[in-house]
């Protein structure tokens, strides 16, 4: 826990100072420590994402964000004082900080963590941007905005990749400055994100926070720059930019200068998708520019095909999925067991939104329920994953709970806090559910140090014509550029692909070809010899 409260103290610092030197390049006016924080984020990494394109994310690239961040931090206390923003700490603020980072000092469970964060992040640090490295897995096409922030703090600051800790104290911090304390209902939501650096948790207190300015009338330039930088984070999240324009047309607030931070976002994002993956938004082929490293027909047919069958959380065939008529898809996605009470939590969602809209008669909720309902139909028509629609719960919660006075809020804070503190120090109850499979049981070391599951397995490298990778049993192992894990080789090997490079190493980049005979003899021989290595858990 020690190490996570280094994390959060020298984050809480740098991206402040880094914050304080855009916002007086910029001109922006500010009186909050949270806003110019975030500021501080967002520059850091647009500046990552330009220089990834031509070095690593190296330590070196993190020591000059911190000498500029103190130095930002240094000017701001000689200039300007801490005690001109709103905030006061009392003890529940300390309790929560406190919950944080005991939940964060336990190891990652999501297994994302293991099979795209750390990979992504890996490779980030060790070679920056790979030119059709969607062609080595498909997954580290998506390389979200966060994990190129993350990347840049992992080598000293976060080297435990406890990033999301710190957001989630800045989101704290943020109650604490606007005193919208309802909003402390969300910290044991958030609980569950802050062991991996997860993108789906910037995007949900982004959010908040976005629609809280907003409903409060605070709306300015770092609002509009938050709900872009979520939306290079996760695609997915493209209506909350579009509320923003659409609510400063209703507020006649409209300027045309919007244009400027839209494009830049917009540019470097399908600049960052072109690179990487080969097509302009992640993982849809449309708008083909005909890369030559895009990735081969059969593995985006296969993504999608994924994505429609996780829909119905992979219950069913992909044979099965696109027989289903028009009434078999909505009885089968409301009835594929319990993830199918999430997604009637989504129409419930959306009635609940619709009838703050309603009864409101306020075109602020009506602009709100209308781009939800486009992000709604949009996702649906190509996965309808309940995961997709987190922000549509929440949103609900949120203006179901606006009203909720500062005791009741701490209270249901508290009260759920605790019990989800419990559960991370005794996962046995949750995992005789099935659930929680990777947590792991409370370690004092803890108290110094976040616990870590790490697998002891043997990781040898192959060579497939021109490639040379390690191949690995285990996705713990996934870490060393180039890796493929097991379940990567018995893709390729059903398509009869492999991934090359287009001459002796990555930096000009990775593409896909045809198998020969002896090479997929060669791959199934890899396969065989992989599946014997003995993985162990310490």
Known sequence: MLSIFFTILMLLAVNFGNGIIIRNLLKIESPSFVLVSFLGIIGITLLETIVAFFFPLSSLLEILFIIIGLVGMGWFLIHEKLSQFNFKFDFWFYFFLLIVIFSASFSPYLFDHYGYYVPTISYLNEVGFVKGISNLDLLLGQTSFWHIYQAGFSHFIDPFLKINSYLLVLFLIYIYERKPYFLLIFIPIFLLFVQQPSPDLPILIITLIVIN???????????????????????????????????NFRQKEFNFKVIIPVSIFGILLIMKNLWLFGFPVFPVSFFDFNLPWKPRPEMLTYSSQIGMMKSYDMKYAYQQVIEFNFI??????FTIGYKSILNIAVLISLGIISFFAFTKK????????????????LIISFSA?????????????????KNFSEQKAIFTGVFLSIFI????????????????KRMSDFKWSQSYKPNELKSISINQEFKIGNFSFNASKNPNDKVYFPALSIYDLKLYDYYGIFPQYFEKDFKNGIFQRKLTAEEKMQLKNIISETEKYKTKLP
């Not at 078999?328 to 996605?333: A, E, F, G, P, S």
């Not at 109850?429 to 659930?435: A, G, I, L, P, S």
């Open 213 to 247: 300015e907003l409903i409060n009338k605070r709306g300015n330039s770092i609002i509009l720059y938050l709900s872009l930088f979520v939306v290079c984070i996760k695609p997915i999240v493209f209506w909350l930019p579009l509320f923003v324009i659409l609510n």
């Open 328 to 333: 078999d898809r909505i009885y089968h996605w």
């Open 385 to 401: 994953q309940y995961r997709f629609f987190i922000d549509v719960y929440l949103i609900a919660l949120f203006l179901l709970i």
């Open 421 to 436: 503190a419990v559960v991370f120090t005794f996962p046995g109850f949750v995992q005789q559910f099935d659930m929680g």
């Open 362 to 377: 306020d075109r602020f909720y009506y602009l709100l329920l209308i781009c939800l309902l486009i992000k709604t139909v």
